[in-house]
Every structure is written in structure tokens, then in C-alpha cells.
């Protein structure tokens, strides 16, 4: 289940990233999501022993929203960071722009 989730939302994220405008940055959000498919990928071919290669349960289901919620929640921060970093840009230059004039 954590493979089928994580891999359901790299699709989804890397499909929002062809038609979404640059400024949501959802290339760095598609890159952290395949790498968590990678990761589980290969978890999962090398445990792999017998029975079910899918654990369908609602243990992995709880286990799989919460591999999502820390790599969202840093994108949401690198937004917030970038989002801070080009006010604080905007402002300085605004500054530099207003003492040249004077």
C-alpha cells in the first residue's frame, strides 16, 4: 500500500507540475516523491520473501499518509523560505532604488 500511495501521488504531482505555473515549485515536490517511491521500491524487492508483495491493510494505509505529511510539510516550508527571500529581495531593492533617487 505505501508503494501504490507514494506512487499514486508522484503521478499526481509530477502531472500538476506540466501545467501549474514555476511558482508552486512542484519539481522539487515531484523529485522528494519519486525518491520516496525509489526508496519503498527498493524496500520492497529486497524484504520481500513470501506472500503478498502489496500489504493492503489499514496500518499501511495509516503508514503511507504519514511517509507523505513530512515531505509536504518541508516543500511548504521551502516555499515559505523562497516566498520570504523574494519579499525581503523586493524590499531592499525598493531601498537602494528610493537613496539613489535622493
Known amino acids: 500500500m505505501w508503494l501504490i500511495i507514494s506512487a499514486l501521488a508522484a503521478l499526481a504531482v509530477t502531472a500538476a507540475w506540466f501545467v501549474a505555473p514555476r511558482f508552486y515549485r ?3 515536490l ?3 516523491l519519486w525518491g520516496l517511491t525509489t526508496c519503498i521500491f527498493v524496500d520492497h ?3 520481500y520473501e513470501d506472500g503478498a ?3 493492503i491493510s489499514a496500518d499501511s494505509l ?3 499518509i504519514a511517509m507523505l505529511i513530512p515531505i509536504f510539510a518541508v516543500w ?3 516555499l515559505i523560505i523562497q516566498k520570504l527571500k523574494m519579499g525581503a529581495v523586493s ?3 525598493k531601498v537602494n ?3 539613489e533617487v535622493d
Open 97 to 99: 532604488i528610493n537613496s
Open 53 to 55: 508483495f502489496f500489504d
Open 26 to 28: 512542484f519539481d522539487i
Open 62 to 64: 495509516v503508514l503511507s
Open 45 to 47: 524487492v529486497l524484504g
Open 76 to 78: 511548504e516550508a521551502y
Open 91 to 93: 524590499t531592499v531593492d
Open 30 to 32: 515531484s523529485l522528494a
